[in-house]
């Protein structure tokens, strides 16, 4: 489901203008990103869990060149399903 999808799916659903709608998901992701960024983790019961990531360097290769690299080390952002919602799957 894209971006645009989920409005238009919310919007249909509760029967608000989709600008209400967008406004209101921009919100929320913005505040969920804020929330990682400063604790780390974001939790939403029956849903799941965001948590910050961190990936060690590693050796790797240019695929256009087969000539071999040093990943750095970075942060990234995981998903872990509550039970719930694995369940579903």
């Not at 489901?1 to 919310?10: P, R």
């Not at 209101?24 to 910050?52: M, N, Q, Y």
Request: proline content about 7%.
């Amino acid at each position: 489901m894209t971006k645009a999808e989920l409005i238009e799916t919310v919007s249909r659903t509760t029967r608000q203008p989709k600008k209400a709608v967008e406004t209101v998901l921009e919100s929320s992701f913005d505040l969920i990103a804020r929330s990682i960024r400063k604790d780390k983790r974001f939790w939403v019961p029956g849903f799941g869990t965001f948590t910050v990531r961190h990936r060690r360097a590693r050796k790797g290769f240019n695929p256009r060149t087969s000539a071999p690299m040093t990943i750095k080390a970075a942060r990234t952002v995981g998903f872990r399903p509550a039970p719930e919602l694995r369940k579903g799957l």
